[in-house]
């Protein structure tokens, strides 16, 4: 899996993002607030997620791994997908975001464009006890870098059918087992084992 790229900014746009790394050129989609974080030229390093899907691969980027880590909340949404998630990163700031979640503001949240009543109270519903929290239990055993292999594996869960609750629980019973996480593929082959 792709947690970042680093690489030589060829051209921008608010919603995508060109990046060259050894004669390759990567095309990320990002969300607006990205577009306003990264410069016109130069090396930059983007926090990345690959999603592949039947009609094809995209590859989203972040300028920070906290609008990373929103984006990969705002996914666990039902009904939120990764377009509407970018979406959402290019309405408001994250922090801006994550008080509006935690306060229960749906308004806040009917203000940005694409996101409706409905969508607005799912993700307060789903997200405020996380957002107050500060963390998912998953986190609580890992930091950093394991903290991206962690929401990875939940992802992979999720995509193979899984619920959310069941990905969450049995990834952290297999961070409890595994204690050091350094490979998303061995930790999503522990979590299958405690997906009840």
Do not use: W
């Not at 990002?30 to 090396?43: M, N, R, V, Y």
């Not at 990163?89 to 994550?98: A, E, F, P, Q």
Request: aromatic share 6%; net charge neutral; hydrophobic share 40%.
């Amino acid at each position: 899996m792709l947690d970042y790229i680093r690489g030589q900014v060829i051209r921008k746009s608010p919603t995508k993002l060109v990046l060259e790394v050894a004669g390759v050129g990567y095309l990320l989609h990002i969300p607006l607030s990205t577009f306003e974080k990264i410069p016109d030229h130069g090396e930059v390093t983007i926090h990345t997620q690959l999603f592949l899907r039947e009609d094809g691969i995209k590859l989203y980027g972040f300028a920070s791994e906290d609008e990373k880590e929103l984006f990969h909340l705002l996914l666990s949404v039902n009904g939120v997908g990764p377009t509407m998630a970018s979406a959402i990163l290019s309405g408001s700031t994250v922090r801006d975001i994550k008080c509006a979640i935690a306060g229960e503001d749906t308004k806040a949240l009917v203000r940005i464009k694409g996101v409706g009543k409905k969508t607005a109270e799912r993700i307060v519903l789903e997200l405020k006890e996380r957002i107050k929290e500060g963390k998912t239990s998953a986190d609580t055993e890992m930091d950093g870098r394991q903290q991206t292999y962690a929401a990875d594996a939940i992802m992979a869960l999720i995509s193979l059918g899984y619920g959310r609750p069941v990905a969450e629980s049995a990834v952290n019973e297999a961070v409890k087992k595994i204690k050091s996480v350094d490979n998303v593929e061995v930790l999503v082959r522990e979590a299958l084992k405690y997906k009840t």
